[in-house]
């Protein structure tokens, strides 16, 4: 199989090891359906999922596409590895039929039976530990659904009526000005301390580790719009959210799809490609973008779509500058930063296991996923920012080890062996800086319209500023497509335009 340069993963007896094997990775890098310097229509920067899904219907629809992709491989911030027959989701990972874009594309590419549930009953360690300071209580997962939805349930219901009414239309591109501003300007602790008094100690711990862990930061640098976007997207229930999005994923993996959605758009013989070309510049001039790499190579094209991520959109250089709610909405950026790291124990007794911890000692959950082929046991954790006095850095396997076993209950901590770790150091990615969108307080009434709005003949898709699923795969997805449908509308209209006016002035010439 073909390597990435990306991620890693640690064995007691082999050590650290970087770079690991994918299907994603892309071999050979270029390839260019015509002449290098021909003019595209559109070039497309990013092959994550809003790239990949713009490209795909720009090149099925006739477009002379170029995708231009600073790493080795497809998929962004979502992408697979298979370790010994196992494949570890080393980014985003569990969709659902209800977040109708991506399982369009699921179905559409054949997978509508691939699916793996994660969270599976029947183990024998069989129920969650919660961790309260330094109390811990194992609890059934009917308890711990129980309390996780009545204290997110207790956080999200502003009105008394679960907002069903006040965000009925979650997908729309509408809400109400006073309601996102009133709630836009409150952190998840600034709403944890309105209703503090109602929670007893556990049923606080229980909150914050579920904010922290769909944050990726402390509570104070996440925004309480965003948790409230997230209960509405639940379908306004208390575990709802959990139901639809930490759930069921891809059996043959993220990359399988990437290739088919990818494959499809190169069948068509209008997709042009280059991977690791990182763009350093995107000029507009004269009705012309041209897009350049730092290594100083050179493409032009009618339209551009960018979909580098929020943090690290103000790293491209764009001339006309941006606009300046652009750059400052990319240097304030996602507030999540979080670790997600995949942890293999010894033998299958974790099978049903789960954890929540506060304030845990750098990993705040941990959840079992599936037997890997050696019949061990696959959990995936979470910790929040590796620089706040609650993370840990991923560079130390050590610590790493050390803020599993405190999910562990005590009495268990020596005997689990961790066999496995595989993780992808997404903060220190310098193409994402970050992890999956959750904004921090006013980030979204301040910019978010901004952030969709084209500048000039560049256009921006992303999973970050997406209506819906914003911040998910399915939010990438939408954007992705959407934003080709507008190019390809803008590009029509102005040909029309441009044959009407040549009709024009011929039958000018005729009088
Ligand atoms: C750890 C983690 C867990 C997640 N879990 C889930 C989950 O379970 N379910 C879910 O739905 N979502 C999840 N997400 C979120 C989801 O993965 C993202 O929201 C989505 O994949 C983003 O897609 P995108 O195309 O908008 O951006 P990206 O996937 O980031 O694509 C942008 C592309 O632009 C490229 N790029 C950046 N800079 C440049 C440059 N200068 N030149 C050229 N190319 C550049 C990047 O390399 C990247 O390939 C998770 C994300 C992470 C990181």
Known sequence: MVYTSEGFTWTPSAGVSHGLPTIGAVDPPTFF?????????????GAGYAGLVASRDLSTQGKKTLLVE??????????????????????????HWHMPHIYREVSHYGLQDDWVVTQVPGGKEDYCTLTTGEQQRNISHEEEADLCGRVFRIF?????????????????????????????????????????????????AALEAQLVQMGGNSPDKIGFLNALLWWSLGSHTGTGLNEIALHTRLASGQSELHRRIFEHAASTGNLSYAFGYPVKSVQDKNGLVTVIARDGTAWKARSVICTVPLNVLADVQFSPSLPVEKVEASKMGTANLCNKVHIDVQGPDYLSWGSLASPGKGLVSAFADQLTPADNTHLVSFGPD???????????????ISAFKHLLP??????VLVNRIVAHDWNNDEFAKGTWLFAPPKLTTKYLEALQRPHGNVYFASADWSH???????????????VARDVIQHQKAASNNSDGRAQNSRSQSKL
């Not at 497809?74 to 990972?93: A, D, K, P």
């Not at 009925?168 to 009133?182: H, I, S």
């Open 33 to 45: 359906a015509s002449s290098k310097d021909q003019i595209y229509d559109v070039i497309v920067v």
């Open 70 to 95: 600073a790493r080795d491989r497809l998929g962004g911030r979502t992408w697979h590895s298979t370790i010994n027959g196992f494949n570890y989701e080393m980014g985003g990972t569990w969709i």
């Open 156 to 204: 999200c219901n502003l009105d008394g009526n679960d907002l069903r009414e006040k965000w009925k239309y979650v997908f729309g591109t509408k809400l109400d000005p006073q309601f996102a501003a009133e709630w836009d300007n409150l952190s998840c602790s600034d709403r944890l301390n309105q209703i503090r008094n109602q929670l007893s100690p556990e049923e606080l």
């Open 386 to 400: 590796p620089k706040s006095s609650l993370g840990i850095k991923l560079d130390n396997i050590d610590r790493i």
């Open 410 to 415: 005590a009495e268990k901590r020596d005997e």
């Open 468 to 482: 819906g699923w914003r911040g998910w795969i399915d939010g990438g997805v939408q954007s992705g497509m959407e």
